[in-house]
């Protein structure tokens, strides 16, 4: 991995490449993304000795934002997937880093999927497949012991057509980030990333009817299950927002209830 004073000096060569210019296709100003390849290209062009490393160490500490195509799959007590564009986390830049660190002729680049291959069948995929220069990168995970064991799970990711941008908000005349009470965050093209509420919304009342019973107990209950919905999507809403929300939820579960009691006597 690069030192510090090399992704630093990266971040500042980034953040002087004019990030205020407003995109054509928009009456407004909006973010500038340039694919990573152009950005990593371009900090070789300007002197850094390993621009790929520095790109990959400050989107993984959030110091650099990036979008793109990505595809999703994981098995933890359930197969789970999802496909779409937006903002790729950090922490799926974690875990390429720590799938390339592993890249050792001690720890082969591959893992055995048993229950999520293509045909739901033993499978390998590269630990991490860090291809920058056509913009796209891929992860997969196992966890430790046989997969028959309790809590087992696997995991791959993929992400295609990425673009980057810095995450300060001091590098332009436009904000970088939206605040998180906008319930909003920045998307491809600076388009605002909408949290699909009604969708959570539902799935966790079809989870209560499910189980028999239409009333939790706890709104922290509430607010757990929107949480757990959202992480299943790769979406992570601040922890204010589930409050707000589990908080509107159970007091309608609690209302539905009282109606139904009173009707009940």
Known sequence: MASTPDRFDALSIIKGWGWDHADPRFE???????????????LAMEGHSDPATAMLTLLAEGKVQATGHYRWKKYLNGHFSREGNGPIPAHRWVVLRQGCDANTGLRPNEVVF???GEDWNEDKEPRADWSWQNDRFSTAQVSEGDWLDEGYFEE??????????????DCGSFQIEAPESSDAKSNRGGAPFKYDWEQAVAAVVFQWADEGSWHPELQADVKKRLSTWFAEQDQYPSDSLLKERARWLFAEFQRRRDEASNVAS
Request: net charge negative; glycine share 0%; hydrophobic share 45%.
């Open 28 to 42: 407004f100003h909006v973010p500038v993304m340039v694919p990573i390849s152009e950005a990593i290209n371009r």
């Open 156 to 169: 791959s990711y993929s992400a295609t057509d990425i673009e980057v941008r810095p995450a300060e908000a």
């Open 114 to 116: 048993h229950l999520i």
